[in-house]
C-alpha cells in the first residue's frame, strides 16, 4: 500500500472530529473500512479530543498499512500521554514515527525528547538526541533544562559547551535552565560573561535566575548589581533581589529594595510579601509585620504566606497575634502545625504546644520531621523527661520518621537539663551518625548548670576538635571550672583564649520603638540618650533591691552568654534596653527585645521583678528560646 502522509491545520480538527462523530454511528470499528483517509481522519479526532484508547487503536491499524499523520497532530497525541502518565503508550507513538523509514521534521523529535524528559526517563532522551541528523536551539535547551532538572550539573554545563562548539546560539530558556545546573560560583561567573556578551543579561527570567543564583552563593553584592545595572519595573526581578537578601539574613537591605519597589509605583504579590515577612521574622520588627499583615489580606486564603504570617508572629514573640492568626486559617498544611508548635514551645508554653499536636494528629494531618522537632523541643523545656523518651522512641514506629541529630540534640538537651547526664552520654555514643558541634555544647551546657566539671571537659575538648575558635566554649569551661573553685583550670583557659588571640562576642540587644531599631552593648556610649538610660537603669536598681532584688555576683563571674566577665553586671544589654523601653514605650505597650547571646540568671531574675514592679509585659528573645516576662513570672518558669 502507498504510504499517505497528510499535513492539517488545527483549524480541520473540529469538522474532522464531527466527521468522525457521524461516521463512527455507520462504522463501529475502522478496521472494518480499511479507508486510510478513514482511519486518519479518526485518529487526529482522537487527538485533539484527547481520547488516548482510540488513538491507539487507530494507531495500530496506521502502523500496519504505513499511514503517517501530520508533526502537529503527533504532539497532541504525546501531550495527552504526558498528561495521563501513559509511557508505555508514548513510546508506541515514537516507534510508530520512526518506523518504516518516516523521517520526522526536527519539530517532532524536539517534542519527544521533551517527552522523555518530563518522564525522568533522560537516557532515551539522549539515545533520541544523539540519533538526531539536526539539532537546534530547542533540542539542546530540552536536554539541558533535563539535566539541570535531574541535579546532573556537570552534563548540563558539558552540553552547554558542546552546543556552543556546534554552532547553536544559547537563547534565554537555555540560560535559565543552565544556571539551575551551575555548581559552583566559578561556573556561574562564566555563564554570566556568556549571557552578557549574548547581549541577554536585560531578560527577565535571565536577569531573575542570575539574582537567585548569585544569592545562593552567598554573593549578595553581586546580585545587587546584576539587578542595579539596568532599570526594570518587572516584578518578578524585584521579587528576586528581595527574596535573595530576605533568604540570606540581610532583612535591612531586603526592608530597603521593598520601599524602593514601591516608590516605582509596583504593587507587591503574594512571593514579595512572603519575603517581607521573612525580613521581618528575622529582625523581629513586629509592628512592620503587622503593616504587612494588611496587605495579606487581600490573599486571605494564600497558605504560604499564612504560614509566613504565622512564623512572623511566633518569632516575633507574639502569641496572642498568632493564636489568632492560626485559629481563622481555614485550611492547615503540615508547615502550618509544625510552625504554631515550634512557636508555642520556643514562647514558654510548652504544655500547649503538645495539646496543639494531640490536634492535628485528630485532624488526619501526619506530622512530619520537623514537626516531631517542635514536640522534643516541648518536652525539653518544660522538663518533661518520660514524655519525651516516649515521643524519641515512637518516631519510627508510630510516625515513620527516623530520628536524625536535631531530635538526639533535643533528647541529649532533655536529659541533660533534667541532670540525667549520664543517659545524655549514651544516648550521644549510640547515634547512628557522628554528634555534631550542636550536640557536644548542649550537652557542655548542662554541665555547667549542675556543676560536672569533668564531663564539661570532656565535651569541651569535642567541641573544640570540631570547632577549634568556639569562644563559648572556652567561657563556658572556665565559668565551670572557676564555679567549682577550679581556679588554675579556669586562669588556663582564659590565658589560652588570650594567646590564641579567641575573642568572645560581646552581647547586644536590639529594641524596636517607632519603627526604628536601637541597639546596645556594654562600654558603647553611642546611644544618644545613654545618660539618662544609665540614670534610670540606677533608678531602678536601687528601688528593685529595696523591694529585696539581691543581683546574682555569679553571673558576673560565670556568664557563659553574656557580656565579658570583667564587665559591671548592672550594664548588661538586656537591662539598658529594657530601661530604654520603660522610658519611649507607652504605659502598657509590651516591650520587645532581641538578643545575639542567652540572657543570664541576674538579667532574668532583673526583668521577672522590674516587669512585675512596673506592670509592665516584657518579651526577651535570645538564640535558644523566648522569655515573657509578667507579673513576677517568666513563661520558661524558670526553667530554660
Not at 487 to 499: G, H, I, L, Y
Not at 603 to 631: S, T, W
Request: hydrophobic share 40%; aromatic share 10%; proline share 2%.
Amino acid at each position: 500500500m502507498k504510504s499517505i502522509s497528510i499535513y492539517k491545520h488545527k483549524s480541520l480538527a473540529v469538522t474532522l472530529q464531527s466527521f468522525f462523530q457521524i461516521h463512527h454511528k455507520t462504522h463501529p470499528t475502522f478496521s472494518q473500512s480499511h479507508s486510510p483517509n478513514t482511519v486518519l481522519d479518526e485518529f487526529t479526532a482522537s487527538c485533539y479530543r484527547k481520547d488516548l484508547s482510540s488513538a491507539i487503536k487507530a494507531l495500530n491499524f496506521m502502523q500496519e498499512n504505513h499511514i503517517w499523520a501530520d508533526s502537529v497532530t503527533y504532539s497532541e497525541l504525546v501531550k495527552c500521554c504526558l498528561a495521563r502518565g501513559a509511557i508505555r503508550e508514548a513510546k508506541l507513538v515514537q516507534k510508530h514515527v520512526f518506523s518504516n523509514g518516516y523521517e520526522p521534521k526536527t519539530f517532532l523529535v524536539n517534542i519527544f525528547i521533551n517527552m522523555y524528559v518530563k518522564f525522568n526517563m533522560l537516557d532515551d532522551a539522549r539515545k533520541l538526541f544523539d540519533e538526531m541528523p539536526e539539532r537546534n536551539v530547542v533540542s539542546w535547551t530540552t536536554m539541558i533544562a533535563g539535566f539541570a532538572n535531574a541535579v546532573l550539573e556537570d552534563e548540563a554545563m558539558r552540553f552547554l559547551v558542546l552546543m556552543v562548539r556546534d554552532g547553536v546560539s544559547p537563547n534565554t530558556f537555555t540560560y535559565s535552565s543552565v544556571l539551575k545546573a551551575c555548581s559552583g560560583l566559578f561556573s556561574l561567573r562564566q555563564i554570566h560573561c556568556g549571557i552578557s556578551k549574548a547581549g541577554l543579561d536585560s531578560h527577565v527570567f535571565v536577569r531573575s535566575a542570575l539574582i537567585d543564583n548569585y544569592s545562593k552563593w552567598g554573593e549578595l553584592q553581586n546580585a545587587l548589581v546584576v539587578f542595579d545595572e539596568k532599570d526594570t519595573r518587572d516584578l518578578i526581578v524585584w521579587n528576586s533581589v528581595i527574596g535573595a537578601f530576605a533568604q540570606n539574613s540581610d532583612g535591612d537591605e531586603a526592608l530597603s529594595l521593598f520601599k524602593r519597589m514601591k516608590r516605582c509605583g509596583l504593587m507587591a504579590d503574594q512571593a514579595t510579601l512572603t519575603s517581607v515577612l521573612r525580613a521581618c521574622t528575622g529582625l523581629s520588627l513586629l509592628e512592620l509585620g503587622r503593616q504587612v499583615h494588611v496587605h495579606v489580606l487581600k490573599y486571605d486564603r494564600d497558605l504560604i504566606l499564612s504560614n509566613a504570617l504565622l512564623d512572623m508572629y511566633c518569632k516575633c514573640g507574639s502569641m496572642e497575634d498568632a493564636r489568632f492568626e492560626f485559629s481563622r486559617m481555614v485550611d492547615k498544611d503540615v508547615i502550618s502545625w509544625s510552625t504554631m508548635i515550634i512557636g508555642l514551645a520556643q514562647n514558654g508554653f510548652s504544655h500547649d504546644a503538645l495539646e496543639t499536636f494531640q490536634i492535628m494528629k485528630r485532624s488526619g494531618t501526619k506530622p512530619n520531621y520537623i514537626t516531631l522537632l517542635g514536640v522534643l523541643f516541648a518536652c525539653s523545656h518544660a522538663g518533661l523527661v518520660d514524655k519525651g523518651r516516649l515521643y524519641f522512641q515512637s518516631m519510627e514506629k508510630f510516625y515513620g520518621i527516623k530520628p536524625g541529630r536535631e531530635h538526639y540534640g533535643c533528647m541529649v538537651d532533655l536529659l541533660g537539663r533534667a541532670g540525667n547526664l549520664d543517659e545524655a552520654v549514651d544516648l550521644i555514643h549510640s547515634m547512628g551518625s557522628d554528634p555534631d558541634v550542636v550536640t557536644w555544647r548542649t550537652l557542655l551546657g548542662a554541665c555547667k548548670i549542675h556543676d560536672n566539671r569533668d564531663l564539661a571537659a570532656y565535651a569541651a575538648k569535642r567541641v573544640l576538635d570540631l570547632e577549634p575558635d568556639d569562644a563559648g566554649t572556652y567561657v563556658l569551661l572556665s565559668n565551670v571550672y572557676a564555679k567549682t573553685r577550679r581556679w588554675e583550670d579556669a586562669d588556663q583557659v582564659r590565658k589560652t583564649m588570650k594567646r590564641t588571640n579567641i575573642k568572645k562576642e560581646p552581647g547586644c540587644s536590639w529594641i524596636e520603638v517607632n519603627k526604628q531599631i536601637h541597639a546596645f552593648m556594654l562600654r558603647d556610649n553611642s546611644h544618644p540618650e545613654i545618660d539618662e538610660i544609665i540614670r534610670q537603669l540606677n533608678h531602678y536598681a536601687q528601688r528593685l533591691k529595696e523591694a529585696g532584688y539581691v543581683p546574682n555576683t555569679d553571673c558576673v563571674l560565670h556568664d557563659v552568654e553574656g557580656e565579658q566577665m570583667e564587665d559591671p553586671l548592672l550594664h548588661h544589654s538586656e537591662k539598658l534596653a529594657i530601661v530604654y523601653g520603660l522610658m519611649a514605650l507607652t504605659k502598657g505597650k509590651t516591650i520587645r527585645i532581641k538578643k545575639n547571646l542567652r540572657i543570664c540568671e541576674d538579667c532574668h531574675q532583673f526583668a521577672k521583678l522590674l516587669a512585675n514592679m512596673e506592670n509592665r509585659y516584657i518579651v526577651i528573645r535570645d538564640p535558644i528560646r523566648y522569655h515573657h516576662f509578667q507579673g513576677g513570672v517568666c513563661s520558661c518558669g524558670d526553667y530554660w
